[in-house]
């Protein structure tokens, strides 16, 4: 099993232009904890988890941008990935999720742990 069979090809995602503000609300609305950062060439260039946010609520979260909280250096994955090294990426790293772009760093999926628990209970529907 690679990475684009478990992969969110339509994440949800912020621009690093919004507000820490937004991007709070937005995870809230959407019950999310992790979301990549585009630029306007839908380009990742970060990432934004609710660590970040909680960090910088002490600040004022409505003039903060995205762009100054988010991750940058950012550990991704391909499609063709097998789901195996990305699981053990996750895992060693702590990581609740991984981007994933193609070959110019576009992002074009986005695999959250939720995406495979959804993954491994339909598995185990298959089993039965």
């Known amino acids: 099993m690679l990475v684009k069979?478990?992969?969110?090809?339509n994440p949800n995602l912020l621009y690093e232009e919004d507000t820490i503000l937004n991007a709070s609300k937005f995870m809230k609305e959407e019950r999310v904890r992790n979301l990549p950062v585009v630029d306007k060439n839908?380009?990742?260039?970060?990432?934004?988890?609710?660590?970040e946010i909680i960090e910088t609520v002490f600040h004022n979260p409505s003039k903060i941008l995205v762009r100054d909280a988010?991750?940058?250096?950012?550990?991704c994955v391909q499609p063709e990935?097998?789901?195996?090294?990305a699981i053990e990426t996750m895992l060693v790293n702590k990581f609740g999720c991984l981007p994933v772009v193609d070959e110019e760093t576009k992002l074009i999926g986005f695999v959250s742990e939720a995406d495979l628990l959804k993954t491994l209970h339909g598995l185990t529907k298959i089993k039965k």
């Open 81 to 85: 990935t097998p789901l195996k090294d």
């Open 70 to 75: 988010m991750i940058k250096q950012v550990t």
């Open 5 to 9: 069979d478990v992969m969110n090809i």
């Open 42 to 51: 839908n380009t990742l260039i970060g990432l934004i988890t609710l660590r």
